[in-house]
């Protein structure tokens, strides 16, 4: 059974940074790419991120210099290191595997975990 689950959400402040984490099972992790996806409220989801197996990384623009995504093939774990957080990047933060790349689509994704970015 494919799991994802995600955690290291929380309210923060602009300007601060908060590290996403998402533990992967049931599926050959080191094989396949991994990313991130959100959805901010009232809005569709987003693709945020992509790695490779082999550690290449993708970048939507909104994010690019600001958050980094990477993984622990050895720990079946994804991460996201989220920086100079703004109000806009509040949303349900989902890690995902399927789907091309670049696509907010997927074939499994877990069951998020919430940022929000406010003073």
């Known amino acids: 059974e494919v799991q994802l689950m995600e955690s290291g959400g929380g309210l923060v402040q602009p300007g601060g940074s908060l590290r996403l984490s998402c533990a992967a099972s049931?599926?050959?992790?080191?094989?396949?790419?991994m990313k991130w996806v959100r959805q901010a409220p009232g809005k569709d989801l987003q693709w945020v991120a992509t790695?490779?197996?082999?550690?290449?990384?993708y970048y939507w623009d909104s994010v690019r210099g600001r958050f980094t995504i990477s993984r622990d093939n050895e720990k079946n774990t994804v991460y996201l290191q989220m920086n100079s957080l703004m109000p806009e990047d509040t949303a349900m933060y989902y890690c995902?595997?399927?789907?091309?790349?670049?696509?907010?689509?997927?074939?499994?994704r877990g069951q998020g975990t919430q940022v929000t970015v406010s003073s």
């Open positions: 049931g599926f050959a992790f080191s094989n396949v790419d």
């Open positions: 790695i490779s197996g082999g550690g290449v990384t």
């Open positions: 995902a595997y399927g789907g091309r790349w670049y696509s907010s689509k997927s074939d499994y």
